[in-house]
């Protein structure tokens, strides 16, 4: 098992660009989450997604944040038209379809910059 | 909604010493309470996990206690170690993973 995969690693974007990044979660995991954290801060909640569904979107900016976990491929976390705030880890985890409360693991981030 | 605090943000141990991170929580509804450690650079990884119905749970140098009247949990990691050094998350969840809300962190600097 792979673990919870993120591309890329690194995202450097022009500001005005849209940022596009993946999340393929656990094999067997049907529960994706994505996370913010800015740089010396903590983990924020932004979005929960089952497959083909968003189920809790409360951490997400109103504007210019979507996030989609289609039938068939990853997880993606779009960001349009970035702005400098927007740089930060953006940190994927994922979850079994498990009754009651269960770890999430998380993947490597992808540390995006804008410029 | 919940809210998580954790003290100190920066702890400085010499080798062997003990460890002591603390968090409070203030939704009387989270039952769910993991710690999340993370290596510069790195991603956040489990180290142990308590749910509401026990008081303590201990893996080895690392326990976490819990408090469900004062709303309070703490991470005691006992001889500590240079590889110990990174950032400690707590976090409190009331409905499972997508309900986890984090405090803001602990630099733990174990020196040898």
């Known amino acids: 098992n792979a673990g919870v995969m993120q591309n890329p690693r690194h995202l450097v974007r022009r500001r005005g660009q849209e940022a596009r990044l993946r999340c393929s979660p656990m094999?067997?995991?049907?529960?994706v989450y994505w996370y913010r954290q800015l740089p010396e801060e903590g983990l924020k909640f932004m979005v929960y997604?089952?497959?083909?569904?968003?189920?809790?979107e409360s951490g997400m900016p109103k504007e210019r944040f979507s996030a989609e976990f289609p039938k068939e491929g990853p997880s993606i976390l779009r960001i349009q038209q970035v702005v400098r705030g927007d740089s930060a880890a953006y940190f994927c985890?994922?979850?079994?379809?498990?009754?009651?409360?269960?770890?999430?693991?998380f993947g490597q981030g992808t540390r995006l910059t804008v410029v | 909604g919940e809210n998580v605090e954790q003290h100190p943000s920066t702890l400085s141990v010499q080798e062997g010493d003990s460890a002591v991170i603390k968090c409070t929580y203030s939704?009387?509804?989270?039952?769910?309470f993991p710690w999340y450690k993370q290596e510069l650079g790195k991603r956040p990884q489990l180290i142990i996990d308590?749910?509401?119905?026990?008081g303590e749970k201990k893996d080895q140098r690392i326990a976490v206690t819990l408090n469900k009247t004062a709303k309070h949990f703490s991470l005691h990691i006992t001889e500590t170690q240079p590889e110990d050094s990174a950032v400690y998350f707590c976090?409190?969840?009331?409905?499972?993973?997508?309900?986890?809300?984090f405090g803001t962190g602990t630099r733990l600097t174990v020196i040898p």
């Open positions: 985890a994922s979850s079994p379809v498990v009754q009651g409360n269960t770890e999430a693991f």
């Open positions: 094999k067997g995991h049907s529960h």
């Open positions: 997604l089952q497959k083909e569904n968003i189920i809790d």
């Open positions: 939704d009387s509804a989270s039952n769910y």
């Open positions: 308590i749910r509401s119905n026990v």
């Open positions: 976090a409190a969840s009331s409905g499972g993973a997508n309900n986890l809300f």
